[in-house]
Structures are given as structure tokens and as C-alpha cells.
């Protein structure tokens, strides 16, 4: 039998392949630390489900456009499964398993009730109109509706996904349901049932987890120069809060390049620029002062911190012996790539791993949630509060497992999702 097109190109060296290497060999790293029932090590390394769904959908000039979505759910061991859908080109099946089993980590480092899933379809959204966006949405909700639900599968904004689909996905749910079922999604926009503070909880928990890092390991927050690669809904928020907390951001960068000023850069400006211009990118921006660089360039920018918060494999074996910074803070879901990760830590470069670093999205997810089920809202003292207090738990355990068993905080981080996991199958038992 030949193989399609399609085939091929799931098979082939793809980033999400090697982020699916990735995942598996820190979960592979982990069990051995943790000397992990090799049974449960091998129920842990595969996903539950894994949904391939075909998406017709009539473009505004008439003519069907057919485009391939996924919805992986990793394990639901913890509880109902939670995790973003991602419109992007580069999306297989590969990368959005590798998402999944990330999510089941993160969750579980957290201590958050909820197991791993991801979704995503392969398009390239800015080519499509609003209401091709919204045709495409609604086909993908009810393609995947067989296996989504309040209890089961919780999904969320991701890559170029925002509080408008959570929308259309939280409408088309319910119109099947026949009743409201706000709670289907999280990132809802506030008029629907959203949380206060989840628009901005991923950037502000990606600096709370740099600045938790810098002060553990004896980096002033003053002036500590910040690098970030991507300025979306992670990096432009991680970037407005490390500059509200004295932090100089030097250097960030969109899908159209780099931006650098070593005195500092105009964050909100930046932010008002990319918001009217017409690509709704920093293209073309400019300024006295700031230099444009590449994006490979600006990932080895010497400073304090480096945050890769765009996609995943940036920082792999070819550029990690370069990177100046004295920490990396992975917002982004795996931009270190397994090689690039050793040869970080054996040079004395920290990484507060994805798992950790950008856990703020989902924890504030799991406060809608709950705000959801219980139809009661929640202000945005009461929603920051218990964000803090999740996010030191988890960052202070994950310190205490890498200083206790002398690994990496990446190495700690896993070794903690990975054994209350463990621990979990283990006391349900197998089915039958
Ligand atoms: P987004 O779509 O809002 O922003 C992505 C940004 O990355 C954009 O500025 C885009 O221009 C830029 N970008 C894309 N390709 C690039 C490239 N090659 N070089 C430099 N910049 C590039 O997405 P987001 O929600 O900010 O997500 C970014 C990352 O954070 C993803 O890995 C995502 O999985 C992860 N993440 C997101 C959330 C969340 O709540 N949104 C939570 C946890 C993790």
C-alpha cells in the first residue's frame, strides 16, 4: 500500500517530533530517578486517546477548504483533562501528543485536579477571515464533542487561539448540550462566564517562577536585563511584569524578528504598535535606540534571563553552547530541546522548565473551572491570591526535589508530576 502525502508528513523530522523525543526521554529520566514501576513507567509513556478529525469548511468565496484537527487526552488518571488547542501550520499528531503528556506533568506539579490533553488543527489562521475562523471552530468543537465535556476534556486558548474561540467552542457545546454549559472551556472572555486574571496568568506566572528563581539563586530583580523570545499572550505579559518589577527588558521578538535596545525597551508601546499595525506584528517597528536582530540572534543576547515564549525546539545542540543567560525560563511548551537541556546544565545555566515556569494559564484555568461549576465569580484579589499560593507550593517543592536529589530543576520538576501520577494509577488499579 503507498503512503500519502499526509502520511509522509507525519513521519518525517518534524519540531513536534522532536518535542515528542523530547517529552518522552525527561519522562524516561524521571522514572529512572524515581526507580518507577517499569509497568506503570510504560502505561505513562502512551496516551489514552488520540482523536484525528477532517474539518470541511465553505470559505467566503464559496469553495471547501479541508483541514486536519487533533484532540489528544494523555491520561485522566488525576481527574478531567485540560489543555489548549493550537491553530498553526506545523501542528501533527506528534506535537500535540508531546502537549498532551506535558499538560498531564504541569497539572500534576501544580497538584491541580486534572490530567493532560491538547488539541490543534494545522492552518495557518491569519490566511482565513473572522468568519472562516469561526465556521473552522465550530466544525472542530463538533468534531471533538464525542469526547470533551465538563467532566471529561476542558480545553483552552493556546498558540494563535484566543478568548473569541473559547467563545464560539463554549456556544457550539451548549447548542448540542440544549443547556448553558459555559464550563465546556476556560479563557472564556468575562461577559461568557470567564475568570478575572486568566488573560494575563500564564506571562504573570512565567515572572513570578523568574523572579522566585533569581532571588533562590542570588540574582538581584533590579535591573536584571530580561531577553524574551515571542511577544504574545505569554511573552508580552511575562515582559509588562518583570518591567513593573524593575526588571529592563532588552530584547523581545515576534513571528517578524527581533527588537533590541541594551537600555531597555517601550513594552507597552511595543504592545500598542503590534495592536494597530496591519499584520498585528511588531513589523516595521521602529524607534531611537532599538536595533533589529534575527530571532537566532537574539536567543544569544547575553542577560540575566532568557525567555523563549513562542514555540517549541528554539534552543537545540546548535545554539546551546552559545546562550549567555544565567537563567532560562521556559515560557513556551518545550523549547529546549533534550541535548541543548544537558548541555545548559552542565554549563551552570538554570531552567525553570515549562512544566513550572508557565503553569499560571492553567492554574487560573482550573479557578474558571471551578467558578464555572459552582456558577459563583470570584474577584481578582480572591483569583490572585490562591494563584500565589499554588505557584509557591509548586515552586518551592520543585527546589526542594532538585536541591534534595542533587538534579536539575527540570529533573525535579519531573520526578514531582511524574510520581504523583505514578502514584495515582497505582492506588486506582488497572481496568479490568
Ligand atoms: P500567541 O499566539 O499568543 O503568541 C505567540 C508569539 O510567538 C507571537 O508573538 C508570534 O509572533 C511569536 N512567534 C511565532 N513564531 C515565532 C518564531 N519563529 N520566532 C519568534 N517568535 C515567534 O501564543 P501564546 O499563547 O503566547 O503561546 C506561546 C507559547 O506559550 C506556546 O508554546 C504555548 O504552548 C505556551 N503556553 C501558552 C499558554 C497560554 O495560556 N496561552 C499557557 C502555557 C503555555
Avoid at 511577544?231 to 518591567?243: C, I, Q, R
Wanted: net charge negative; proline share 4%.
Amino acid at each position: 500500500m503507498s503512503s500519502t502525502a499526509t502520511d509522509k508528513a507525519t513521519i518525517q523530522d518534524t519540531p513536534g517530533l522532536r518535542m515528542l523525543q523530547t517529552a518522552q526521554s525527561h519522562l524516561d529520566d524521571a522514572a529512572e530517578l524515581l526507580q518507577l514501576n517499569p509497568n506503570i513507567h510504560r502505561i505513562l509513556r502512551n496516551c489514552d486517546r488520540s482523536l484525528k478529525v477532517s474539518l470541511p469548511v465553505e470559505m467566503d468565496d464559496g469553495s471547501i477548504e479541508v483541514y486536519t484537527g487533533y484532540r489528544v487526552q494523555h491520561t485522566s488518571v488525576r481527574g478531567p483533562c485540560k489543555g489548549g488547542v493550537r491553530y498553526h501550520a506545523d501542528v501533527t499528531i506528534e506535537e500535540v501528543t508531546a502537549l498532551a503528556q506535558l499538560m498531564t506533568w504541569k497539572c500534576a506539579v501544580l497538584d491541580l485536579p486534572y490530567s493532560g490533553a491538547k488539541g490543534g488543527i494545522c492552518v495557518s489562521p491569519q490566511n482565513l477571515s473572522e468568519s472562516e475562523l469561526r465556521r473552522l471552530t465550530r466544525r472542530y468543537t463538533y468534531a471533538i464533542l464525542p469526547i470533551i465535556g465538563p467532566r471529561k476534556d476542558i480545553p483552552a486558548p493556546d498558540v494563535n487561539t484566543d478568548e473569541r474561540m473559547m467563545a464560539w467552542m463554549s456556544d457550539t457545546y451548549s447548542t448540542f448540550m440544549g443547556s448553558a454549559r459555559q464550563e465546556i472551556v476556560t479563557g472564556k472572555p468575562l461577559s461568557l462566564g470567564g475568570s478575572a486574571g486568566r488573560a494575563d496568568a500564564t506571562g504573570l506566572g512565567v515572572a513570578i517562577i523568574a523572579e522566585s528563581t533569581m532571588r533562590r539563586y542570588g540574582t538581584a530583580i533590579e535591573d536584571a536585563t530580561v531577553v524574551i523570545q515571542g511577544f504574545g499572550k505569554v511573552g508580552y505579559w511575562s515582559a509588562h511584569y518583570l518591567e513593573q518589577d524593575g526588571c529592563q527588558v532588552i530584547a523581545v521578538s515576534d513571528v517578524s524578528g527581533g527588537y533590541y535596545n541594551p537600555k531597555g525597551l517601550d513594552i507597552k508601546g511595543m504592545l500598542d504598535y503590534a495592536k494597530t499595525s496591519a499584520t498585528r506584528t511588531l513589523e516595521g517597528y521602529e524607534m531611537e535606540g532599538v536595533t533589529k536582530i534575527s530571532n537566532e540572534e537574539l536567543l544569544l543576547l547575553e542577560c540575566d534571563v532568557l525567555i523563549p515564549a513562542a514555540l517549541e525546539d528554539q534552543i537545540t545542540a546548535l545554539n546551546a553552547d552559545q546562550i549567555r543567560a544565567k537563567y532560562v525560563v521556559e515560557g513556551a511548551n518545550g523549547p529546549t530541546s533534550a541535548t541543548a537541556d544537558k548541555i545548559l546544565h552542565e554549563r551552570g545555566i538554570m531552567v525553570a522548565p515549562d512544566i513550572l515556569a508557565n503553569s499560571g494559564g492553567v492554574t487560573v484555568s482550573y479557578f474558571e473551572w471551578v467558578q464555572g461549576l459552582q456558577a459563583f465569580l470570584w474577584d481578582l484579589k480572591e483569583v490572585r491570591k490562591h494563584m500565589f499560593r499554588f505557584m509557591d507550593n509548586a515552586f518551592n517543592q520543585v527546589c526542594e526535589m532538585s536541591e534534595h536529589r542533587q538534579v536539575s530543576l527540570r529533573q525535579g520538576a519531573f520526578m514531582l508530576g511524574v510520581s504523583r501520577v505514578a502514584d495515582a494509577v497505582e492506588q486506582r488499579g488497572l481496568f479490568p
